[in-house]
């Protein structure tokens, strides 16, 4: 009598390939864009994507379960539009609850791919993180304990090269307000790290640490 065949979900296909075994996140770009959005960092991002989450069982490499969500463009946003989740052996819903926020894969496609498009990161490659959202999405360790002199003229530089615009620009990439950046910008001129200006204009230079004064 012949084995009876696995299921077509618990044998290793293409897309397990390269994976770690356990537990791991990843973007799907897409092979047919149907869209374009324009994030606000000026990156070009082809949608729909997928951003997957899955466990593969480092036994046999089989795929033990899996969270599938496709986001696409809708009235020029991207927008969760399928999401599918699959186990081999069940689904605990109590579990799911606790650990899977719905709006996790809107977060990577509206703030994590953007920047790794503009890092010359390969989305496909990267492993995402597995909690921690949504500043997880924003790529950045963690927020300053304090505004440190060396935090705010990070910020400053980034004023200057950004230009007009510069505080929803800031904001997405930091995963903070729009008003919380331009405190940054405020701050940055009160220490003297960045030049003060005329009311109402912009711009200003970084000045060396021996010219700074702190307010």
């Known amino acids: 009598m ?5 299921p077509p979900d618990s ?4 897309r397990l ?3 770690p075994a356990g537990r791991s996140s990843r973007i799907r770009m897409p092979r047919r864009p149907r869209g374009r959005w324009i994030a606000p960092n000026g990156q070009v991002v082809d949608l729909p994507v ?3 989450i899955l466990e593969i069982d480092p036994a046999d490499r089989s795929l033990a379960w899996e969270i599938l969500a496709r986001v696409g463009l809708h009235a020029g946003e991207p927008r969760l539009e399928r999401l599918e989740i699959r186990g081999r052996a069940g689904l605990d819903p109590v579990h799911l609850q606790n650990s899977f926020r719905w709006a996790t894969p809107v977060d990577v ?3 994590t791919l953007p920047i790794l498009l503009e890092r010359g990161i390969d989305p ?3 492993e995402l993180p597995l909690d921690g959202f949504p500043r997880a999405a924003t ?7 304090r505004l440190s002199d060396e935090f705010l003229a990070e910020i400053a530089r980034r004023y200057l090269d950004i230009g007009r615009g510069y505080a929803k620009t800031i904001a997405f990439e930091r995963g903070v307000s729009a008003r919380t950046a331009t405190s940054w910008i405020e701050k940055a001129r009160e220490r003297g790290i960045l030049s003060r200006v005329r009311r109402g204009s912009r711009g200003g230079r970084i000045l060396s640490p ?3 004064r702190h307010g």
């Not at 012949?2 to 696995?6: P, Q, R, T």
């Not at 044998?11 to 293409?14: A, F, H, L, M, Y």
């Open 124 to 126: 496909e490659t990267h």
């Open 17 to 19: 390939a390269g994976r």
């Open 210 to 212: 021996s010219a700074r």
């Open 139 to 145: 790529m950045e360790e963690r927020e300053p304990a």
């Open 109 to 111: 496609v509206r703030r």
């Open 50 to 52: 997928e951003v997957d």
């Open 2 to 6: 012949k084995g009876s065949k696995a």
């Open 11 to 14: 044998r290793r296909g293409p």
